[in-house]
């Protein structure tokens, strides 16, 4: 990668709806169940990183009062960002957006990227949004690289599959075509990115 290119992508799952009255501040953080890191996110992560960008991953729903650190983060480094990503349910929304509108008061040219469950299903509604500059509407661990590479290169987006974009004023869907492969060399190596015993300690993971 050019010396000059932009490396930092910060990676987020916000908070779930059903997760924010364990998480509130005064309670114990214990959730009622079994509960994963957000393993999709961390394959986009690992894609990323394996593409030698500096990835910042925050799991909403490990840390009720990660939003400061968020925005703290992208205020130190808003001229080194290709893209801020986001994994997105439906239960996901409400942090999402209080995030989205902080990050695009400290630079507005920051590209906002979202993928998950809510995208893949209603991707003309999620692009309605004029916060956000890309959606992923299938697999996007590789397309996540071929998006940063875009944007670094000042390059378009016709010939990445499943993403949804802006083409000047009209929103344009490239057909769901591509699937990511599980291989050695694509393997989530977590302590990239978050301390396993921090999950194990606080919601009792499943190890299996």
Do not use: W
């Amino acid at each position: 990668m050019d010396a000059d290119k932009k490396k930092q992508i910060i990676l987020c799952s916000p908070t779930d709806d059903d997760m924010r009255g364990p998480l509130q501040e005064g309670k114990e953080n214990k959730f009622y169940g079994r509960f994963f890191p957000p393993l999709g996110l961390l394959f986009v992560a690992q894609a990323l990183k394996n593409a030698e960008y500096n990835v910042k991953f925050f799991d909403g729903n490990l840390a009720g009062q990660y939003i400061d650190e968020l925005l703290k983060t992208v205020q130190d480094h808003h001229q080194e960002i290709v893209y801020v990503g986001f994994y997105l349910s439906f239960l996901q929304i409400k942090d999402f957006f209080e995030i989205v509108i902080a990050i695009k008061e400290i630079g507005s040219q920051i590209k906002i990227v979202v993928g998950g469950p809510f995208p893949a299903v209603f991707a003309r509604k999620i692009m309605e949004s004029e916060l956000v500059d890309v959606c992923c509407t299938g697999d996007g661990a590789e397309i996540a690289v071929r998006i940063a590479k875009a944007l670094n290169d000042e390059d378009n987006f016709a010939d990445i599959p499943n993403i949804g974009f802006r083409r000047n004023e009209d929103v344009v869907f490239n057909a769901k075509t591509f699937r990511d492969e599980l291989n050695k060399d694509n393997f989530i190596r977590y302590e990239n990115f978050l301390d396993v015993e921090e999950y194990v300690g606080n919601f009792d993971l499943y190890l299996g």
